[in-house]
């Protein structure tokens, strides 16, 4: 497709999709003189009302669609339309925008599912919607968002299901799943120009948008690789309990081409707040790294249920890691930072969501002995990751020590239970792990070797636990 002489208004069908973009008078019509407290339809919250309300903000590349590996990304006007990036081209709406982009690649698309499939800075739009009925509309019922989940679900390849037939035909304990899952939703992240000055009394799970190099007039100052192993046994770690886990990587820094290689993830075996067993377990890892020859070049961390994005305490956490690595002498050598979110509603599909970050230091001139008055600056990483021909024996062998490991806690996932209508606990966790599958197709093989140890671990707790007892509490 050639690119248009001039910039051109998308007028939307209005027939294949159900939503328009309002003009200010009709939008000011479906509400009434109470104001928001009035039942505002599904067809007036627009990314007008959103804007005006504070819940989005207009920004260049703030949206993005991807769709059968092609990316398209837009700028988020002040009139809460979109203008498409590499065109120019304006659209009304979402849904007029996703559907010009989709039937580029799939001429077949004959519709867009634009809340569901376009992204604000990484976050569906359709969670925004959502947010916002919770916060003007308590009251309102939630079928009004109900017809972009079946969108969603669409873009998964599945035939969108009627919310009663979906009901009839949820199996036992469903419902607490979705419930919980439901609540995922309203943790909306804030943008790094938002936060301000540090303020002991903000919450410390505040998540915090990542920004790009180029937003902060910067170039990325290292590339890195990562090895499909790494995410494979980061990915398994984080999808074994509902609580947070810990790990460190291992690698090797090249002052010479610039390069961060991530050859090995060490999973820690122990308990956040055990501070006894954290030394012992992180002297472990030092040794292995010795042995290996590697270096430490970052860590990791789930967050369970939540999105990928770093909090206020992660940032400063980063920062510290960074500080550490760069020892005494000032020498430069990055520390990279990897957040894994198994269990997020907002993910695509069974696939976690795994997001490299580095943090920025604030402008200010910046101690280690005393943190700056601003936040560190989270910007995303951009990373190659590097097919591994084989699974390797260290890596199985350390997937059996954390089933031996998790086997008797409390936390740990009940793999036989379900994380949506259609798909179990292990299902995902197959489904995951696959997207880091080394070239050499025996390891399915030896996978279901693991998987079936979590099975066995699971039998004994699962026959003691009610059967509607929900996956994730």
């Not at 995922?184 to 120009?193: A, F, K, L, Q, T």
């Not at 591994?388 to 793999?415: G, H, K, W």
């Not at 070797?449 to 004994?460: C, D, F, R």
Request: charged share 25%; net charge negative; aromatic share 8%.
């Amino acid at each position: 497709m050639e690119p248009p002489c001039s910039p051109q208004v998308v007028v939307e069908d209005g027939g294949e999709e159900e939503e328009e973009e309002l003009s200010g008078g009709e939008e000011s019509e479906l509400r009434s003189s109470s104001g928001r407290g009035s039942l505002l339809t599904r067809r007036g919250i627009t990314l007008r009302v959103l804007l005006k309300d504070g819940l989005v903000e207009p920004g260049d590349g703030a949206l993005t669609i991807h769709y059968l590996g092609k990316k398209f990304v837009g700028d988020l006007l002040t009139d809460g339309k979109i203008r498409w990036v590499e065109t120019g081209q304006i659209f009304n709406s979402p849904s007029a925008w996703a559907t010009h982009c989709k039937r580029l690649v799939n001429p077949a698309k004959k519709s867009g599912c634009g809340w569901a499939s376009v992204r604000y800075r990484g976050q569906k739009l359709v969670q925004y919607k959502t947010s916002w009925l919770h916060k003007y509309q308590p009251s309102a019922d939630m079928s009004l968002v109900s017809e972009e989940e079946d969108e969603d679900e669409e873009e998964e390849g599945k035939t969108a299901v009627p919310a009663e037939e979906k009901n009839k035909n949820a199996k036992p304990g469903l419902h607490d799943i979705m419930v919980a899952r439901r609540t995922d939703r309203e943790r909306i992240p804030v943008r790094y120009g938002n936060l301000g000055a540090r303020d002991p009394s903000r919450d410390p799970h505040t998540l915090v948008e990542l920004s790009a190099f180029s937003a902060i007039n910067r170039f990325q100052p290292f590339n890195v690789a990562v090895s499909s192993n790494v995410l494979l046994l980061m990915d398994f770690h984080c999808h074994l309990t509902t609580s947070e886990v810990v790990g460190y990587l291992g690698g090797r820094w090249d002052t010479t081409t610039q390069l961060l290689t991530v050859l090995r993830a060490f999973p820690c075996r122990t308990r956040l707040a055990d501070k006894e067993s954290a030394s012992a377990v992180e002297e472990e890892i030092c040794q292995n790294l010795f042995m290996r020859g590697l270096s430490l070049v970052g860590w990791y961390h789930s967050h369970p249920r939540g999105p990928a994005l770093p909090s206020l305490q992660d940032i400063d956490s980063q920062m510290d890691h960074q500080l550490r690595l760069q020892g005494s002498n000032n020498g430069f050598q990055p520390c990279l930072g990897i957040i894994c979110g198994p269990y997020y509603h907002g993910n695509q599909g069974v696939a976690s969501t795994i997001t490299p970050f580095w943090v920025v230091p604030p402008p200010e001139s910046f101690s280690s002995k005393q943190r700056p008055n601003d936040y560190g600056i989270p910007v995303a990483v951009e990373v190659t990751y590097v097919q591994d021909n084989f699974l390797t024996s260290d890596v199985l062998n350390e997937m059996m020590l954390l089933v031996d490991y998790y086997r008797t806690a409390p936390d740990i996932v009940q793999f036989s239970q379900y994380w949506c209508p259609d798909t179990t606990m292990m299902d995902k966790i197959k489904g995951s792990l696959s997207g880091h599958a080394p070239k050499d197709q025996a390891y399915s093989q030896i996978l279901e070797h693991v998987y079936s140890q979590l099975s066995i671990t699971q039998t004994v707790s699962v026959t003691r636990a009610a059967s509607c007892r929900p996956a994730l509490q």
